[in-house]
């Protein structure tokens, strides 16, 4: 089939960000599917990415706001420049639908609702997170300042969410969490979760330091940031307390400048902002600490630990977001602040159970968490809404 695939931005694994498209694009291109991709870029793209990309796609249309993200120094003319082109991209996805025929349309972007608010081809949606739930939670942690801008992007992302809806029936959440949130617990839709790389995410040369910690992210991510103070403000002054010899591991890129100035006034924690590669990272430490307080989707962090066979100690928001058919995670998760520090010091304790729960869990991402399964779904369901638009047309 005639795919034309519509993303809010260049998904590769040589690009900062989500993954999930790319993997889906591989996989349908595997198929002997043509996929058109037609893209927002956020980002500079290496040439490296863009190359694989042209070999699993007919062609790429491409709408960069990089430059202007770069350039701009106040976030509402980043949101203004953002603006103009998704107008652009509206106009030539028109006429791009006029010259050529496509079979179905794979929709990811809530903010790029404007494309195919008129089409008449069959859509799929990939809903994937509940951007409103997020939002509305941020802005609880929100200063003043900001919230004015966090406010008008919650509006915007809660009437496309409601459009989406509307507009098709083949719509795909990437948790029950997530879709719960937006539709109700007894949704007919499908979930559609992220996939590992499982030869990528495993132990090399699992050697844990004792009472050691280990946090992974994009550092400037407010969620991931808000868990990284909350790591070394809340958390290490109980474990000095407690344990002998505690450190942290902060691991990720764009640290802002308040985080690493709050990890410069202890020699047990460790900011490394970039690196090439976190997995001897994680190889080293003891537990993966992920005290995540608002977030929607699935956090991919978690899923590489309990791959790479850590044992992980969550929040219940994150923890909602990888729980597949009811199926008990085997992660501890706690919410209060002590309950959350008194799960890492058992763990510390208990070399046992630490183990039994990165076997569990490197055995629950292997069962559930597939791209290639995943993939198919989606397959599926675009033949669904090419058929159903066919019945239709009589």
Known sequence: MKVLYITPDFQHPHVPGSHRHYHF??????RGHQVTLFTLVQQDVPNSALKEMKTLTQRIYMFSVAEAKKSSKSRLSKEMAQRETIKKMTTEFRELII????????????????????????????????????????????????????????LIAKSNEKHMLQKSDQIAFISARDRAAIVGPNSPYDVVPNGVDLNFWMPKDRNPQPNTIALTGVMSYQPNEDAAMYLIRKVMPVLRERVDNPHLYLIGRSPTPALVAEGKKHDDVTVTGFVDDVRPYLDKSMVFAAPIHFASGMQNKVLEAMAMQMPVVTTSVVSEGVEIDNVEMPVRVADDENAFTEQIIKLFKD???????????????????????????FERMCNTAISKALEKAG
């Not at 195919?116 to 809903?127: C, L």
């Not at 929100?142 to 004015?148: G, I, L, N, R, T």
């Not at 070399?351 to 995943?374: M, N, P």
């Open 25 to 30: 694009i591989k996989d349908f291109h595997r």
């Open 99 to 154: 010259r050529e025929k496509f079979d179905v349309i794979m929709f990811h972007g809530k903010i790029l609702y404007p494309l195919i608010a008129e089409t008449n081809i069959p859509v799929v949606i990939d809903f994937c997170d509940a951007t409103s739930m997020r939002l509305l939670i941020q802005m609880r942690h929100e200063s003043v300042k900001k919230f004015p801008l966090r406010f008008t992007r919650y």
């Open 351 to 377: 070399s046992a159970t630490c183990k039994r729960l990165g076997d569990e869990g490197r055995t629950y991402v292997e069962q559930h968490f597939v791209w290639t399964e995943s993939a198919a779904k």
